[in-house]
């Protein structure tokens, strides 16, 4: 390609990229595209096309979009529209017609051969929904996964950010509940924002569907239906939820059809022991299941696939076709001129000059810095996701570019903006920035925000009303938000850690919104910076999965020396970190189960000299644990030794058995109760809650929440609480912390510790014989993970209303002990007064289109992508 | 030096006031913040609870139980529930 096309591509690039963005300082020398010998490119294109060398197919891509986009001929036009027919992009060909690039009829201008030739393209690409009887043109790789997940038990699909996956999953999963035996399918996403967005997603598509629902609680009532016959269940829930349903279940928890969406996440820290035991469990109660496994731009997706069980057909799919141009912009400061910055784009190894980039100011700060270049190159056009190293960050970012944007009229905020801006400060706090950002069409957003907010911030971005987008990591995490451009420097993942490169790929991935956009645009702000990027801005490759489990397994001996550690130590003075404890809990659990390491599957992975040293050392430890392997099984990374420890705190307590209980949040007592609690915790199970001094901060955070408190009313008492005991906050830290509390402590850590605690503390009362203590009601690992404690809050959930929502209808409601039906006529009773009721805006809609479909306005949740 | 005084809560008494407190202290320390106090030491309690500079208003209406809870500066006292479901805290010390 380099000998035949190379320069022709090079010039092919620069244009592109300068079409796409604003402030560039004027290039006499830039050529123009009438200019190439344009037959013979698109010649060289229909060769590159059949290839199935990721750059060759993305050079053919670059002239198919060149031709439709920088071309005055149409001939040349409707050859770039038949080159992405052959690159079976059919949504770009759908895109170049709608915006009036090509005319319409290009099947009538073309001569018979080619004409045939097209359709018979088309047919070959194109799938049956059975549900439907509607054919859906589909790429190859669409193609590949439709009849592969079909055919095969187990799945395993990868392919880049916007090839479709998820739409394409999505409709296979609707296909095969609906038309297929499938009465129950648990759809595994690794955040509670991928669980919301593909929740919602779901509902849009199942809207014209009857006697499939959809919900996202970890809660028995529509599972039992759907198992007794009545309407099919797809449950979408995180790995957590997933153990906690299947804790209420037992061996009831049969499931027919499992996707485990972004499934390189077994690879993370922590939570990827949790998702592995997730599926390992899930696969132990129903051998029969099929299972998909769906990863971004993995190199080896057939990994997943290495435990399916004897006789289980497996197949993996696996795709690296480009399916929007992807153009990575290194910007450079100009030396000596800091308003000047020079772009390259990166060009297989080769970089292009695109020209130079003039900011307004002189940034002097690396947030002045992502805000000034961001807003320079956008200009008018919208669409641009800054990446901000964390929470703190993203606020500043969205505060320099707001300061940018020109004047507005207060009085001529959009309604849509004006209604997020009240959201933000009814839902959150009177003073949360993010209001008077949105009004100007800019907003931040992170992992600890409220769902409901998050997401009216992603569908705003999505129609346009927001035109930056400033977020964190979690867009990383999964959230399928796509956009024109991404800028970024130094990404940063977690706590400081530089992001790894499939992880910085995942993100640029977002740039390009395939059938909306041709191509998309990733700013690598100070390339050459080594403290930036360590590594330099990395390469496009595809990265392989690995199981965290494995990964710490290979630490070997230092793993056998922490075991050994914590079977003496008291939890927090063993020193490791929380990957040995979450894959110790996890080789424990294993071994108490199966009696064996070697009989896991994991064992085929490891050297058997060291499974054999574990199993001893397992032997060793387990022998002395008293905690049966089931009660050890529903509790995924939670250290039996733990367990044993707190047993043995409960026997060795001298006061009343039931002050170990968590005191009924009405109650007086309830919050000091939680405090020693969680010192119990730290000093027995796991230090989770520390340190000790901070258990108090805690408890009020955990107390609230689990009251059903609004985040608001949680926000206010947090900050009463500093002013009562003297302490220094500022507004927006405090907004930020009070999140982030919520969500790691309340919803994360409290649940999966304090549910521990409760097994174990009823264990102890069976040994003492009063088991008239043990309450069989809600089990408090829901009760936390959703912030509810009265069944009319439980109910409103279920009905499909956010937390947000629920609580501040509650607030209107006097009884709290409605069951969903009663809690549904409460709702249509009042549908005349719901305006009077002063909910914000978005409340109200999203109570209307959940629950009083015929009085709402149309769904405008996320659009599947 | 004051003169001796004894104390007695029900049954139970003491010589000097300083072994009453003392009594009240350890009883206090053997909870941990959140404990409902157990049925024998709330008997105690309650009878202690009369010798209050403020018992009638602390009392109220009538008692329920007793709880340990977390007062200021990070240390705890004992609570009076009562039978109305409002609760107050007072300062064992005092019941001497």
């Known amino acids: 390609m380099a000998e035949g096309v190379g320069d022709e591509i090079a010039t092919l690039t620069k244009l592109t990229v300068r079409s796409e963005l604003s402030n560039l300082v004027d290039d006499p020398e830039a050529n123009t595209a009438d200019k190439l010998d344009w037959h013979r490119l698109i010649l060289a294109g229909s060769i590159l096309a059949r290839s199935d060398m990721r750059a060759n197919q993305e050079a053919g891509l670059r002239i198919a979009v060149g031709a439709v986009v920088l071309v005055k001929d149409e001939k040349v036009r409707d050859a770039g529209a038949m080159l992405l027919g052959q690159l079976s992009n059919f949504r770009a060909v759908t895109l170049a017609i709608g915006r009036g690039l090509v005319a319409d009829d290009l099947d009538g201008r073309l001569g018979v051969s080619l004409r045939l030739e097209t359709q018979r393209r088309e047919m070959d690409r194109s799938v049956l929904v059975e549900t439907s009887g509607r054919w859906l043109e589909v790429n190859e790789f669409q193609q590949r996964f439709w009849t592969g997940a079909s055919s095969a038990d187990w799945l395993s699909a990868s392919a880049p950010t916007a090839s479709g996956k998820t739409f394409l999953v999505l409709q296979w999963l609707v296909d095969q509940i609906t038309a297929g035996e499938a009465k129950v399918a648990v759809y595994l996403a690794p955040t509670r924002a991928l669980v919301t967005e593909i929740e919602s997603s779901l509902e849009q598509y199942l809207k014209a569907v009857k006697g499939v629902v959809v919900s996202s609680l970890p809660l028995r009532t529509k599972f039992d239906d759907a198992r007794a016959g009545g309407a099919r269940l797809i ?26 969406d972004e499934a390189h996440k077994i690879g993370d820290d922590g939570r990827g022991v949790i998702l592995q035991d997730a599926v390992e469990r899930a696969v132990r109660l129903n051998p029969k299941m099929s299972l998909v496994f769906i990863s971004p731009s993995t190199q080896n997706p057939g990994e997943l696939l290495a435990d399916a069980p004897p006789g289980a057909t497996t197949q993996a799919v696996d795709s690296d076709a480009p399916t929007v141009l992807q ?14 910055w020079n772009l390259v784009a990166r060009q297989g190894g080769e970089e292009v000059d695109i020209g130079t980039l003039q900011l307004a100011s002189s940034p002097s700060s690396i947030p002045k810095r992502l805000a000034f270049i961001a807003a320079a190159a956008t200009g008018d056009r919208g669409g641009t996701l800054v990446y901000a190293n964390g929470a703190g960050e993203s606020e500043n970012i969205a505060d320099f570019i707001s300061q940018l944007q020109p004047d507005h009229d207060p009085g001529a905020v959009d309604p849509e903006l004006a209604a997020l801006a009240e959201l933000a400060r009814k839902g959150v706090h009177p003073g949360f920035r993010l ?7 800019i907003a931040f957003h992170f992992g600890n925000m409220p769902s409901l907010l998050r997401l009216e911030i992603e569908r705003l971005f999505r129609s346009g009303k927001i035109r930056f987008l400033v977020c964190t990591s979690t867009l990383v995490e999964g959230v399928n938000l796509s956009c024109r451009t991404i800028v970024v420097r ?20 977002r740039a390009g919104r395939w059938g909306d956009e041709f191509q998309g645009n990733i700013i690598c702000v100070d390339p050459h910076d080594g403290s930036a990027w360590p590594h330099g801005v990395p390469v496009r490759s595809r990265y392989p999965i690995r199981r965290e489990s494995d990964a710490v397994l290979d630490a070997g001996g230092e793993l056998l020396g922490y075991l050994e550690e914590r079977a003496v130590g008291a939890p927090r003075d063993v020193d ?21 390491i070697a009989d896991a599957e994991l064992a085929k992975r490891h050297d058997a000299a060291f499974i054999k040293n574990l199993d001893q050392t397992l032997s060793r430890i387990a022998a002395k644990i008293e905690i049966g392997s089931d009660l050890a099984t529903r509790h995924s990374g939670v250290s039996p030794i733990g367990m044993q420890r707190l047993l043995e705190t409960f026997r060795a307590y001298k006061g009343e058995p039931d002050n170990l209980l968590p005191a009924e949040v009405a109650s007086d007592d309830s919050y000091d109760r939680f405090v020693t609690i969680m010192r119990r915790i730290n000093a027995s199970l796991f230090p989770a809650f520390e340190p000790d001094a901070r258990a108090k901060l805690l408890a009020l955070i955990v107390f609230q929440w689990l009251k059903g408190k609004s985040l608001a009313e949680i926000i206010r008492r947090n900050i009463a609480w500093h002013e009562e005991v003297g302490k220094a906050y500022k507004l927006p830290d405090i907004i930020r912390e009070t999140m982030m509390l919520v969500e790691q402590i309340a919803r994360f850590r409290a649940p999966k510790y304090f549910s521990a605690y409760v097994d174990i503390l009823h264990l102890y009362y069976v040994e003492i014989g009063r088991q008239d203590l043990i309450d069989a009601d809600l089990d408090i690992g829901t009760q936390l ?35 969903r039906d009663q809690a549904l006529q409460w709702i249509t009773e009042r549908a005349d007064e719901l305006d009077t009721m002063e909910l914000p805006v978005v409340m109200l809609r999203e109570l209307r289109e959940r629950l009083l479909p015929s009085g709402g306005a149309a769904m405008t949740g996320p659009q599947p992508v | 030096m004051g003169k001796k005084k004894p104390v007695s809560y029900g049954d139970l008494h003491f010589n000097t006031q300083t072994e009453a407190r003392a009594f009240l202290n350890a009883m206090l320390g053997k909870y941990d913040i959140g404990d409902r106090v157990s049925a024998a030491d709330a008997v105690i309690l309650s009878s202690a609870l009369a010798l209050h500079p403020d018992a009638v208003q602390r009392i109220g209406p009538g008692i329920k139980d007793f709880s340990v809870r977390s007062a200021d500066f ?23």
């Open chain 1, 327 to 340: 153009n990575v912009i290194l910007a450079k400061q100009s030396k000596g001129k800091p308003k000047l």
């Open chain 1, 435 to 441: 209001a008077k950002f949105v009004e100007r069409g």
């Open chain 1, 235 to 260: 449950l979408v829930l995180t790995q957590e939820r997933m153990h906690l349903l299947a804790n209420v279940l037992g061996a009831d928890f049969l499931i027919d059809l499992m996707i485990v």
């Open chain 1, 785 to 819: 993970e959703f912030g509810v404690s009265s069944r009319t809050l439980i109910s409103l959930m279920e009905l499909g209303l956010s937390r947000m929502t629920a609580v501040e209808l509650f607030e209107k409601i006097a009884r709290d002990d409605l069951d």
């Open chain 2, 74 to 96: 990070g240390t705890k006292c004992f609570w009076v529930n009562r039978i109305d479901g409002t609760t107050q805290k007072f300062s064992h010390k005092a019941c001497v």
């Open chain 1, 490 to 509: 130094g990404p940063r993942k977690g706590k400081g850690n530089p992001m790894e490169p499939h992880d910085f790929w995942n993100l640029a991935g």
């Open chain 1, 576 to 596: 490791g970190d929380g990957d040995f404890e979450q894959v110790g809990a996890y080789l424990l659990t294993t071994y108490m189960r199966l009696g064996s």
